[in-house]
């Protein structure tokens, strides 16, 4: 039975969760690291993952249960490799999974896969999502039945390259003291295979109103969003990347601009951080992963959860996740 900050399973490495309550349970959508040996380097060549397996939870006190396999990249025509983080969502009766992969170009794409099950296994469409581009999509289904993606994910993750809105393999990032890149939201189609609207950037300022810059690195954004909605507000949270913690701003609108306001997960072991905040029977809980399992490989990740509380004026109590209570 997995404790609070242990490893939801240990027979496999996982990582990139998203957790969601789907027929009363929890589900948690990770990617699933390979155990095998590969050369580290800033384009995340080391991330070499090429299925799915989805997890859950009859209640955080529950044993974890691996349902196996629910999607293999050799069956998904448009990708090649690169199998990262994914999502999911429900809607129509029919629960979709997002996943990004590289496309047979060598760019990451967002592709989608269905299933009359949570556990799946999924189907694929045949190609990707028209017009999406980048990483880690995160989809949020509003109070008002519409549905947001959020994705997008710096160095690997290209989002530099396409700031003119098509793919410029040489492009940089802006410089230190211009606007950092925001994360991408497109709102979904009604049947979540398209988007209904263009993507378009997302804006995080800071206390005074100010876009956070490039430069700094301890709140820009990096890869790996989140939404969630709590007392009527949308929170935003994301990795910071190169200074590995788990950060989060808040707005009065699913699209922003959102003002930064703090950190949820100090550094864990490994480079990466990535998470998903899920309400459990009047609980709140922080998926998240880290390489303690495999003593610190960075592509060899686990997933763990822990309880996530908000302070009275919505803000929430930063997690040290190495702290014994
Ligand atoms: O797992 C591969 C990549 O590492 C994810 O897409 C990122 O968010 C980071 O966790």
């Not at 209640?59 to 050799?74: R, S």
């Not at 760019?107 to 999924?122: C, D, E, L, W, Y």
């Not at 703090?262 to 550094?267: C, F, H, S």
């Not at 309880?307 to 040290?320: R, W």
Request: negative net charge.
């Amino acid at each position: 039975m997995p404790k609070q900050n242990e490893p939801l399973v240990t027979h496999i490495y996982t990582a990139d969760p998203s957790a969601h309550v789907f027929e009363g349970k929890i589900y948690v959508y990770p990617s699933h690291d390979l155990d095998h040996e590969k050369q580290s380097n800033d384009n995340g060549d080391q991330y070499d993952m090429e299925d799915y397996h989805v997890l859950s939870m009859d209640n955080p006190d529950a044993p974890c249960v691996d349902h196996g396999q629910a999607l293999h990249i050799k069956d998904v025509p448009w990708a090649k490799q690169q199998m990262w983080a994914p999502d999911a969502a429900f809607k129509n009766n029919t629960y979709y999974l997002f996943f990004p992969a590289r496309d047979h170009d060598n760019i990451f794409r967002i592709g989608v896969a269905t299933s009359a099950s949570p556990a799946g296994p999924f189907t694929p469409e045949p190609s990707y999502i028209p017009g999406s581009f980048s990483i880690d999509p995160a989809v949020f289904i509003d109070s008002d039945n519409r549905a947001y993606m959020y994705f997008g994910g710096l160095w690997g993750g290209q989002l530099e390259k396409w700031q003119t809105g098509s793919f410029v393999p040489e492009a940089e990032g802006p410089a230190a003291d211009a606007p950092a890149l925001g994360p991408i939201v497109a709102e979904l189609s009604e049947d979540m295979l398209t988007f209904k609207t263009a993507p378009q950037e997302i804006s995080i300022v800071d206390e005074n109103g100010q876009p956070l810059l490039a430069g700094d690195e301890e709140r820009r954004y990096f890869e790996g969003p989140w939404m969630h909605t709590y007392n009527g507000r949308y929170y935003l949270s994301y990795s910071t990347g190169s200074t590995h913690k788990l950060v989060y701003a808040v707005s009065e609108s699913p699209t922003g601009p959102f003002t930064f306001k703090g950190t949820i997960l100090t550094p864990v072991i490994g480079w990466t951080t990535h998470h998903s905040i899920v309400e459990f029977d009047g609980k709140w809980y922080l998926f998240y992963h880290d390489s303690s399992l495999s003593g610190g490989a960075d592509n060899k990740r686990s997933v763990k959860f822990t309880e996530l509380k908000y302070n009275e004026d919505g803000t929430i109590v930063t997690i040290h996740p190495y702290d014994k209570a």
